[in-house]
């Protein structure tokens, strides 16, 4: 008999906290509460995962509107071999070199293959159109007697951003010209080609 108490007794225990509990779970305070903090979260969630997207979004349409701005510069250049004029004298100077020749250096295919061959051949750098880097290099060289260019330099101050060694790079590696002429001989002579470098928008 007292077994039977007993096991009535823990049943009606365990069945109470069923109860109890399912009850709770049931009640509309805990399900307005469990709505209200989830819509709350996502709610929090939704307007992160925007604000990220309006972010992304931002991000990227200002590197669009760079990459544009970058893309619609342009660097121009261009090149004119100035004339000797005929009153500096035919003299050599102490290293052999001619300042004007009785027939001066000649690129192979005269001045428009010269403008050809600097338009296929220079590029403008990226950093210097950034920069707005404009302005004319000097290069000097000499023509040998064999009609090779050597001793390439700039003259004057630099422009910067890659475009002074542009201008070495074209002007070193030019096929062979012509060579000057003094009295029928081939001679060295010193000549300078100016690249104007011009940033457009």
Known sequence: M???????TRSFVIGSFVLFG?????SNDYKSYNDK??????????SASTAIIHSDTAATN???????????????????????????RIEKDREGV????????EFP???????????????????AIDNNT?????VSFVVDEQGKVQDAHVIGAPLGNGLD??????????????????KGKNVKTRLELPIAFQVEA
Do not use: F
């Open 62 to 88: 200002a590197s669009s509107s760079q990459s544009a701005t970058v893309a619609r510069k342009k660097g121009r250049w261009s090149i004119k071999m100035p004339d000797k004029s005929s009153t500096v």
């Open 37 to 46: 903090a989830s819509g709350e979260t996502m709610s929090s969630d939704t």
């Open 134 to 138: 404009s302005g004319t290099i000097k």
């Open 109 to 127: 295919g005269g001045q428009t293959a010269l403008d050809n061959y600097v338009n296929n051949n220079i590029e403008y750098p990226q950093q």
């Open 22 to 26: 399912l009850a709770a779970c049931h």
């Open 165 to 182: 060694e542009q201008a070495l790079r074209v002007v070193s590696n030019m096929p062979t010209w012509k060579p000057g002429k003094v």
């Open 2 to 8: 007292n077994l039977k108490k007993a096991r009535l």
């Open 98 to 105: 001619y300042t004007r020749a009785e027939a001066m250096p």
